[in-house]
């Protein structure tokens, strides 16, 4: 079945880069996603990225795919305080399927 | 555009109870999902409808029951309440089947 794994935490400095990396396991998936949930909150998506593209750069936000390896990256650079937050990396099957298959989440802190 | 709104936010119900959670999605939307976010299991989907018409199931009992209107709105039941079903229950629409946008949830705390 599918799997989207991700590390639990990450902390950084304001004003620097934030990298957070997730692995999937599905092959067939179609689209990757990027959301962001602040406490007390449902999700907002951020960004996402076809399968067949290797980079989505919006804004601040940078995304990375590695498809041979199922390696996905989201980039927020100068990170401020209002960052902070959970971000979960999700994956969608192909075109026929709504349903998102997440991560558990990486919360970023953010020290001022 | 007015976002995804969910109602209740909060609801606080016993064992053994049933609950009815209710969605509208963005206007123009007719996809809608749900999904249940717990601290153990992270967020699961439960279904998914379009047209009116269940797309999809995850893994979850049957207790767990859905229905679409024609305008689209959507309803979850959860009937025989147990504690484990406690979770931030997210709806989430599309109109593209690309981009889904969440509610900001219903927090049910089951006692």
């Known amino acids: 079945g599918e799997d989207v794994e991700q590390s639990l935490f990450l902390s950084v400095r304001e004003g620097d880069s934030s990298v957070i990396n997730c692995t999937y396991t599905?092959?067939?998936?179609?689209?990757l996603y990027w959301y962001k949930q602040e406490p007390g909150a449902g999700l907002q998506l951020l960004t996402y990225?076809?399968?067949?593209?290797d980079m989505k750069q919006d804004q601040r936000l940078t995304v990375l795919l590695n498809k041979k390896d199922k390696h996905l990256s989201l980039r927020i650079a100068d990170t401020q305080t209002g960052d902070s937050a959970i971000y979960f990396c999700?994956?969608?099957?192909?075109?026929?399927?709504?349903?998102?298959?997440f991560g558990k989440g990486t919360k970023l802190s953010v020290i001022p | 555009k007015a976002g995804v709104t969910q109602t209740p936010r909060y609801l606080i119900k016993t064992r053994g109870q049933q609950v009815t959670l209710s969605c509208s999605p963005i206007?123009?939307?007719?996809?809608v999902s749900w999904y249940q976010q717990t601290p153990g299991q992270g967020l699961q989907f439960l279904f998914e409808?379009?047209?009116?018409?269940?797309?999809n199931k995850g893994n979850f009992p049957g207790r767990f029951s859905g229905r679409q209107f024609s305008n689209s709105r959507s309803e979850m039941n959860v009937s025989t309440l147990e504690l484990g079903d406690s979770a931030l229950y997210l709806c989430?629409?599309?109109?593209?089947?690309?981009?889904?946008?969440f509610g900001p949830g219903t927090r049910l705390t089951v006692l």
């Open positions: 206007s123009g939307h007719r996809s």
């Open positions: 990225i076809f399968s067949n593209m």
């Open positions: 599905d092959s067939s998936s179609t689209y």
């Open positions: 989430a629409s599309s109109f593209d089947r690309i981009e889904q946008f």
């Open positions: 999700a994956e969608k099957e192909g075109a026929g399927s709504y349903q998102l298959t």
């Open positions: 409808y379009f047209s009116e018409t269940q797309r």
